[in-house]
């Protein structure tokens, strides 16, 4: 490891590290992901439709986290010292179902332990082969030195994605598979669409050292907090305020939570009013299979499900 390279360009990428587990971990995940969507009744692919990452404490996350870990422990104590602990590991996985590249962001805007602390390091492994046709991580080299910058609110109608002026500034991290990616809560970064018809399978361990080394200042924050404006602070408040709303308009008895709206909803069509139906009632779909998949640690990622929800179902006349 280069320090002088990490303080400079805040990342460094050691290649092959995990070769000889990644194929492995990859097969292990792939035949997780197959049980996951078998124990709530879907095929892998509905499955894949609103699901495309998973958080710890998971089986399949929490295998991985023993497989991989003694070989980075050595790597981020180098950087942050000897005394260090694991904050947080995810399984994140792109694929032809949902072909969304993500948006520039710095994890510490978002990634947090909590209000006032985040994390101190990354470390991203490629457990397939990576490259801009299937989701590759862009960087801009050299942008973690500002601090943290901005907390954008990717769920409103006016978000533009600061990725999409980046241009020849960013740096593409094609990857071989057991590559590690080791980087800065504070560099800025994106990832490529997955257009290829080659899926992206990565695994995230976020590190913190103990002591925190990290200093977290003010930053500017862009998430409304007007309630009656989709965001990322009210989406779930707003969705469940329409189903009422139409549940009640049709004298329908109201269910206590929110997955039960969507079960009324969905089960008596009452979305046929909309006027994008099938639109909306794809995404109270998808929406409803990503809450059952919380039971093993399923979540999103800039699917765009939300975003979907927000156009098709709550924010329609």
């Given at each position: 490891?280069?320090?002088q390279?990490?303080?400079e360009?805040?990342?460094f990428?050691?290649?092959?590290?995990?070769?000889?587990?990644?194929?492995i971990?990859c097969?292990?995940v792939h035949?997780?992901?197959r049980?996951?969507?078998?124990?709530?009744?879907?095929?892998t692919s509905t499955y894949?439709e609103?699901?495309c990452?998973?958080?710890g404490?998971?089986?399949i996350?929490d295998?991985l986290?023993?497989?991989?870990?003694e070989r980075?422990?050595?790597?981020?104590?180098?950087?942050?010292g000897?005394n260090i602990?694991v904050?947080?590991a995810?399984?994140?996985?792109?694929?032809?179902?949902?072909?969304?590249?993500?948006?520039?962001?710095?994890?510490?805007g978002?990634w947090?332990?909590?209000q006032?602390?985040?994390y101190?390091?990354?470390?991203w492994?490629?457990?397939?082969d990576?490259?801009?046709s299937?989701?590759?991580?862009r960087?801009?080299s050299?942008?973690?030195k500002?601090?943290a910058e901005i907390?954008?609110d990717?769920l409103a109608?006016?978000f533009?994605?600061l990725a999409?002026?980046?241009?020849?500034s960013?740096?593409?991290?094609d990857m071989?598979?057991g590559?590690?990616?080791?980087f800065s809560?504070?560099?800025w970064?994106a990832?490529h669409s997955?257009d290829?018809g080659k899926?992206?399978m990565a695994?995230v361990i976020r590190?913190?050292?103990i002591p925190?080394q990290?200093?977290?200042?003010?930053?500017t924050?862009t998430?409304d907090?007007?309630?009656d404006?989709f965001?990322?602070?009210?989406?779930a408040k707003?969705l469940?305020r329409r189903?009422?709303?139409?549940l009640?308009?049709?004298?329908?008895?109201?269910?206590?939570?929110?997955d039960?709206?969507?079960?009324v909803?969905l089960?008596?069509?009452?979305?046929s009013s909309f006027?994008?139906p099938?639109k909306?009632?794809?995404?109270?779909?998808r929406l409803q299979?990503?809450?059952?998949a919380?039971?093993?640690?399923?979540?999103?990622?800039?699917n765009g499900?939300?975003?979907?929800?927000?156009d098709y179902v709550v924010?329609?006349?």
């Amino acid at each position: 490891m280069d320090k002088q390279f990490y303080s400079e360009n805040g990342y460094f990428l050691l290649n092959d590290i995990l070769a000889d587990k990644a194929k492995i971990l990859c097969d292990e995940v792939h035949t997780a992901i197959r049980h996951m969507a078998k124990s709530i009744d879907l095929n892998t692919s509905t499955y894949l439709e609103s699901v495309c990452r998973w958080d710890g404490p998971s089986a399949i996350v929490d295998h991985l986290t023993s497989n991989v870990i003694e070989r980075l422990e050595p790597i981020v104590s180098e950087v942050l010292g000897s005394n260090i602990e694991v904050v947080r590991a995810s399984i994140i996985y792109k694929s032809g179902e949902i072909n969304k590249a993500t948006h520039g962001h710095q994890d510490s805007g978002y990634w947090r332990i909590n209000q006032s602390e985040t994390y101190d390091l990354s470390t991203w492994i490629a457990l397939n082969d990576i490259d801009s046709s299937n989701g590759a991580l862009r960087i801009l080299s050299g942008s973690h030195k500002h601090g943290a910058e901005i907390q954008s609110d990717f769920l409103a109608k006016d978000f533009v994605d600061l990725a999409i002026s980046w241009g020849e500034s960013s740096h593409t991290l094609d990857m071989r598979s057991g590559s590690v990616a080791v980087f800065s809560p504070d560099l800025w970064h994106a990832s490529h669409s997955c257009d290829s018809g080659k899926t992206r399978m990565a695994f995230v361990i976020r590190w913190k050292a103990i002591p925190s080394q990290y200093v977290l200042k003010d930053i500017t924050d862009t998430v409304d907090t007007d309630p009656d404006r989709f965001g990322m602070m009210n989406s779930a408040k707003l969705l469940e305020r329409r189903l009422k709303h139409i549940l009640g308009t049709e004298r329908f008895s109201l269910p206590n939570t929110l997955d039960q709206l969507i079960s009324v909803v969905l089960e008596h069509n009452l979305t046929s009013s909309f006027p994008e139906p099938k639109k909306a009632n794809k995404a109270l779909r998808r929406l409803q299979i990503l809450r059952l998949a919380k039971i093993h640690g399923g979540n999103d990622l800039g699917n765009g499900i939300w975003e979907d929800i927000r156009d098709y179902v709550v924010e329609v006349d």
